[in-house]
C-alpha cells in the first residue's frame, strides 16, 4: 500500500473543520478500519509539507488541522476553544512591494460575552 493512500480522506475530514491528529485518527479509522495512528501522522506531515492541510499552533494544547482555504484569520474562544473562521480578503497589511508572503497565519484570542 502507498504511504499516502489516505491524502483525499484526511483532506474530506478535514473539510470545515478544526481537529487534531487523534480527532482525524478517530475519524478515518471508521472508513479504514486497518489504519495505523503513525500512519495518519505521516499522512498528515506530507499534507502540511505540501500546503494542502494548514497545521494551527499555539491553541489549547494541541495542534489543529484544517484543509488549506482562503486566506482568513482565526478567531478563538479561550474558554472553548472553539474557533470561527473569518474572511479577511479585505486585509491590507502595506507590505513592500518586493515582500512577497509565504505564509501569513492571524490568530485572534478572546472570550465570548454574553
Do not use: Q
Not at 64 to 73: M, S
Amino acid at each position: 500500500m502507498k504511504p499516502f493512500f489516505y491524502h483525499s480522506d484526511i483532506l474530506d475530514i478535514c473539510t470545515e473543520n478544526h481537529l487534531t491528529a487523534d480527532e482525524i485518527f478517530s475519524k478515518l479509522k471508521k472508513i479504514h478500519p486497518k489504519v495505523w495512528i503513525s500512519t495518519v501522522y505521516r499522512n498528515i506531515e506530507e499534507l502540511v509539507k505540501n500546503w494542502k492541510l494548514k497545521k494551527i499552533h499555539n491553541i489549547g494544547k494541541k495542534a489543529l488541522f484544517e484543509k488549506n482555504k482562503w486566506f482568513h484569520i482565526h478567531l478563538i474562544d479561550e474558554k472553548t476553544w472553539k474557533i470561527i473562521d473569518k474572511d479577511c480578503k479585505n486585509l491590507n497589511l502595506n507590505l513592500p512591494e518586493w515582500f512577497h508572503a509565504k505564509n501569513i497565519e492571524i490568530t485572534v484570542k478572546w472570550e465570548f460575552i454574553k
